[in-house]
């Protein structure tokens, strides 16, 4: 499961809400965000800075993060997620 979801992450063609993407993994949002913390506590996942919705969608708009960047939303609030290639 670990693995889809840096699978997902790396797929992402904008921002995805923790919603979308625990239904997509057919799992619960509760269990998803333990696994995405597990993914930056082995080093997979890097945890970047929190915005509004609004602010992440126009950052990633602008094309400012590369292909390894997604960002996550929780209500009106998203994290940007950077996944690390070994």
């Known amino acids: ?3 889809r979801i840096l ?8 921002p995805l809400s923790l919603a979308e993407l625990a239904s997509w993994l057919e799992i619960d949002v509760t269990a998803l965000e333990g696994m995405i913390e597990q993914l930056v506590r082995q080093g997979k996942l890097r945890k970047g800075e929190e915005m509004t919705a609004e602010e ?3 950052e ?3 094309g ?3 292909d390894l960047c997604a ?3 929780h209500g009106n609030v998203a994290t ?3 996944v690390v290639d070994s």
């Open 60 to 62: 990633y708009e602008s």
């Open 71 to 73: 960002f996550l939303t």
């Open 64 to 66: 400012a993060y590369g």
């Open 7 to 14: 699978q997902a992450l790396r797929e992402a063609t904008g």
């Open 56 to 58: 992440c969608r126009l």
């Open 1 to 3: 499961m670990l693995t």
């Open 80 to 82: 940007r997620y950077e």
